[in-house]
Structures are given as structure tokens and as C-alpha cells.
């Protein structure tokens, strides 16, 4: 009797001790996800350092919309991602003014004079936005591996000052629907593009003059399949 009780406690402790390995050995981040097959990073997109790299739009019924950079940073941004060149300016942000003509339902967009080229399959796009607490919405424009236009709807800006805001890009559910962003049959370089953005105004709140800033544009990619290309793989780009 004795044996089997002996017996029985070990097996406890043996049990006990892989569960709590198993359960520190797990990253909560990555549960669902293969780990063993991305090779995640950050990178810096634009950091609205140059002028005349952002054009702004808006109908002239609903108001006018105005842009310039100005000096200042998010005190709680985070430091540039590997990659960006050592000693690169990053001490303006993009702001931007519209003066309302009238109320009512408007909109206007921030777009990139040339779209931004993302490497990789891209998980999630974010941006510093410095609000002035309206009901206002923010809007992302990107385009697929085949150039076909997306939409993704990032959030509402009812916040005062400096806020990180991210959306995530969703994964084609086939190959061939969705946002595409890799198909070998086209190329060997997967790839998203950043379009630029558009601020939807609530009706209630489009009157006098409306004030948003942009800063440090970003993505998380994952580059294992460029990454892990072997060497002497032939490119098929010709």
C-alpha cells in the first residue's frame, strides 16, 4: 500500500513539473501562431521629416484643409527600429488644419505623393496621432500585392493629445481574397503598400477649425521567407 501511495506522489510531482515548464515555456503573444516559421520586425515607414511628401485633400464645399511639419515628438515614442540610418532627423511631426466651411457629413485625406512600399508580409501598421477629443474617425489606405485598393479602419480620435494607434492588416483567407500580400506565381518579393489615410468628421463636431498631427509611421513584417531564402536560389524576375 505503501508503494502505491509512494508511487502515486511521484507521478503528481513529475506532472506538476512539465505543466509548469510547459506553461512558462509558452509565449502568450504567440499562442495559435508558428513561431517557428516568421521572422517578425519593425520598421520605420516615414517619419514626416521632408515637406511636399504628404498631400491633403478636401472639397472645397466642406471646408479647407491645410498641412505643414512643425518641431515636436510623442515624449513615449518608442526608439527607431533597426534599419533606420544612425543620426536620422526625426524631430518634426505632420500637422494638419481644416477650417469647416459648414457642418455637416465631410471628410479628408492625407495621401503619400508615391505610395510606401512595405517588404514582407505586413501584420500591423501604426502611427502617432496627437488628437483634440472629437468623434472623428481615422481610416488607412493600403494596396495588395496586385495593386487592388483596401480600406482599414484604425479608430476613433475622441482623445487629447499623443496616442499610438494600430491596425491590424488581415491575412487572405485563400491566396486570392482579401488583401494579398505574396503570390510566387507573380513575383518572389511579397509586399503591401501605404496609401495614405482619411479622417471621417462627425457631422455634430465639423465646425470652426480642426487640428490633427502625424508621427513615426510603422509596421510590423514578417520577412522569414526573404530572410531565409537560400543563397544561391534563383530570382524569378525577368
Not at 6 to 15: D, E, G, I, S, T
Not at 24 to 36: I, K, N, Q, T, W
Not at 88 to 98: E, H, N, R
Request: net charge negative; glycine share 8%.
Amino acid at each position: 500500500m505503501k508503494k502505491l501511495l509512494v508511487a502515486a506522489l511521484v507521478l503528481f510531482m513529475m506532472f506538476g513539473v512539465f505543466a509548469q515548464s510547459s506553461l512558462a515555456d509558452a509565449d502568450p503573444e504567440m499562442l495559435g501562431v508558428d513561431a517557428a516559421r516568421q521572422a517578425l520586425r519593425e520598421v520605420s515607414l516615414d517619419l514626416f521629416e521632408r515637406e511636399g511628401s504628404w498631400d491633403v485633400a478636401m472639397s472645397i464645399d466642406d471646408g479647407i484643409v491645410t498641412a505643414r511639419l512643425f518641431d515636436g515628438a510623442p515624449a513615449s515614442k518608442e526608439p527607431l527600429p533597426a534599419g533606420v540610418p544612425e543620426g536620422q532627423d526625426d524631430s518634426k511631426v505632420l500637422g494638419i488644419k481644416v477650417d469647416f466651411m459648414r457642418r455637416g457629413y465631410s471628410s479628408f485625406t492625407v495621401k503619400a505623393t508615391r505610395p510606401i512600399p512595405i517588404e514582407g508580409v505586413t501584420k500591423t501598421v501604426s502611427m502617432w496621432v496627437c488628437g483634440r477629443n472629437n468623434d472623428h474617425t481615422l481610416t488607412i489606405f493600403v494596396q495588395d500585392f496586385f495593386g487592388r485598393s483596401y480600406e482599414l479602419y484604425v479608430g476613433k480620435l475622441n482623445f487629447s493629445g499623443w496616442k499610438k494607434m494600430t491596425v491590424a492588416v488581415p491575412p487572405s483567407p485563400d491566396g486570392k481574397r482579401g488583401i494579398v500580400q505574396a503570390d510566387p506565381r507573380y513575383g518572389d518579393h511579397p509586399g503591401l503598400r501605404i496609401v495614405g489615410f482619411r479622417v471621417d468628421c462627425d457631422p455634430l463636431q465639423a465646425y470652426g477649425s480642426y487640428y490633427i498631427y502625424f508621427d513615426d509611421l510603422r509596421a510590423v513584417t514578417d520577412l522569414y521567407a526573404m530572410e531565409n531564402r537560400d543563397k544561391d536560389d534563383m530570382s524569378d524576375n525577368w
